[in-house]
């Protein structure tokens, strides 16, 4: 009996070192959770049979430290949950290594080439989007004409009224700066991607009066619309003007006439220098894809050469109100085969109980080598004594047999 009790240790031990040696090996591989042999005794009724490894258990809860990498398309997640994948067989995985990249399909995909779990987004659309696999559209971003601009600026208080009037009547002929105080310049885009320059003229009314207009010129034409609108200001320099937009409308053809509302909310007359603090327009020209980065949010932000970025997917993180019983397969990934593992949740990063992300990071190792050194030694020190009781067993039956 004690021969099988010796072994059994020894067989119990050599599980153990399996478990100590795989976290040894790994302890450089990103998003790795140490991993535990739990030794427990055996029976036969009442009488001691050895020693097995009942169970083996994962630091699931312990986060690896961040190791920063400086690619757009790694991410950590900093507190609970997994990134989900999918394998060409249809299994899902989880994982906490955040190795993304674009297939040659156009599709996000992990470190091993599995198809990253999410929404697909659609740009410009108010919704949560497809659930499934995340497809980057890498096809022209089509034009979008100009609908908006907002300007913001303080004019001074200080211009005096100009001494020669406004006129723009020959488009060939630029103003005389004379008769302005100010000028500005937006850059506008029609439906077919054609920049036009959208150029105000701000002029003090009278130096008694808190009122200015603004004449505007497309492209140094007078709009069909919207040539001019007076700002006027109370005694606190705080525009009064109940709306605060002003219409434009203009005929770029072969292009779809363009009709543009520009507001000028947050608007302000006071003394000093006149400075412009909004001067934004929407619509873009056409652009080639160029591509694609996380952003902090999960939402995976598609690039293009017209400056613009659109998001086209929305990452979702899996947690578990069981993880310690997911089971570990290889790439660094879990499988949730059996009903162990508890409710499952699917969220936003950052929401509920999914931990936000940080990108351009990715999440080490939660291996401490110092520690598994120390059991490695231990368990040494159990083989040893083992094969002591084997060795001592056996002595004790040859003194026996020369004593028969």
């Given at each position: ?30 998003g ?11 029976y ?25 990498t ?42 091993a ?8 987004l ?89 009122s ?64 412009t603090?909004?001067n ?15 952003a ?57 109980a ?51």
């Amino acid at each position: 009996m004690s021969f099988n009790i010796a072994l059994s240790g020894i067989q119990a031990v050599n599980e153990q070192l399996n478990s100590i040696s795989n976290n040894i090996a790994n302890a450089s591989t990103y998003g790795y959770k140490a991993q535990r042999a739990n030794f427990a005794s055996m029976y036969a009724g009442s009488q001691p049979t050895g020693v097995q490894v009942g169970s083996t258990t994962q630091n699931i809860g312990l986060t690896g430290g961040l190791l920063s990498t400086g690619r757009s398309l790694d991410a950590s997640i900093n507190g609970r949950g997994f990134f989900v994948s999918k394998t060409t067989s249809g299994e899902t995985v989880y994982s906490r290594v955040g190795i993304f990249t674009k297939d040659g399909s156009d599709f996000l995909v992990d470190s091993a080439g599995r198809r990253v779990q999410g929404n697909q987004l659609t740009p410009g659309v108010a919704s949560e989007g497809v659930p499934g696999d995340i497809k980057v559209p890498t096809q022209t971003l089509e034009a979008k004409a100009t609908k908006a601009i907002d300007f913001a600026a303080n004019l001074s208080a200080d211009w005096k009224k100009p001494t020669v009037a406004f006129d723009a009547s020959d488009p060939t002929v630029a103003p005389d700066p004379a008769s302005y105080n100010m000028t500005k310049v937006t850059l506008a885009f029609d439906s077919l991607g054609k920049s036009h320059t959208v150029s105000q003229y701000f002029v003090r009314d009278d130096d008694a009066a808190n009122s200015v207009t603004v004449h505007t010129l497309i492209d140094g034409k007078v709009p069909t619309a919207g040539d001019s609108v007076k700002l006027t200001f109370d005694a606190n320099g705080k525009m009064t003007n109940d709306p605060t937009t002003l219409k434009l409308g203009f005929n770029p053809a072969p292009a779809s006439p363009l009709d543009i509302t520009l507001d000028y909310v947050g608007t302000t007359f006071q003394a000093g220098e006149a400075t412009t603090s909004v001067n934004i327009a929407d619509g873009y020209t056409t652009g080639q894809y160029v591509g694609v980065e996380l952003a902090s949010d999960g939402k995976v932000i598609a690039k293009y050469s017209n400056g613009e970025q659109q998001a086209v997917g929305q990452i979702k993180l899996a947690t578990f109100s069981n993880e310690d019983a997911l089971i570990p397969v290889n790439d660094t990934s879990w499988t949730a085969n059996g009903a162990d593992v508890g409710t499952v949740s699917l969220d936003n990063p950052g929401a509920s109980a999914a931990g936000a992300l940080s990108t351009a990071t990715l999440e080490g190792s939660n291996v401490d080598i110092t520690s598994e050194l120390v059991g490695l030694m231990g368990s040494q020190r159990n083989y040893q004594a083992n094969s002591k009781v084997i060795t001592t067993e056996n002595q004790m039956l040859q003194s026996l047999m020369q004593a028969m």
